[in-house]
């Protein structure tokens, strides 16, 4: 029987600039290990180019992005989102605790306080590794394009949603 490898202990928490290096190092680990064989070598040279901890620093500040970050006791950050409004900006787990369900954890997070929020969906403008992770978490595309990334070459990606569920007062009464 094929045995699932089990989940290690994390706790989520909000994000702060002093996490700043730690999510670029998971950003820069996640793209290049989870990329390879989705993109090629020169498309995650171009995306991670001038890439670094200063924009998750603006991010937080002037962008007034809200990121939430898992953090393992001997790894430390092990990966996070970041979300502004109704858009999904970033979703990184890093690959040595990929396919645990981590993803699914931090995307189910920043669902609900999407929705606490008052907005009735999420967006995403997700890139192919994304995509498959996405689609079995009921969004669907809305468009596919390319995305120019900071190196000069343009990468493959798409825009894609998912409704969220209404409000319980706000749902059609059939009695
Ligand atoms: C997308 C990402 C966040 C998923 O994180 P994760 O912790 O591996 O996700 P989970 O373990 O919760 O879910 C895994 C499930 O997602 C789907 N999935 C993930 N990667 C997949 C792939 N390459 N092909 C097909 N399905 C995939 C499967 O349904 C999988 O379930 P399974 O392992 O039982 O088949 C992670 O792959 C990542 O960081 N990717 C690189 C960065 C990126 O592109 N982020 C999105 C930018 S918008």
Known sequence: MLLRKLLPRYRLRAGKPADAPGLHAV???????????VYSDAQIDSWVFANGPERYVAAMGEDGEIFEVAVARRRGIVGFSAYKDEELRSLYVDPDWARLGLGTALLRSAEARIAAAGHAKVVIGASLIGLPFYEARGYRVVAHRHWHSRGGLAIPAADMEKPLNQAPQERQMNF
């Open 27 to 37: 950003y820069e680990r996640a793209v290049r290990g989870l990329g390879r064989g």
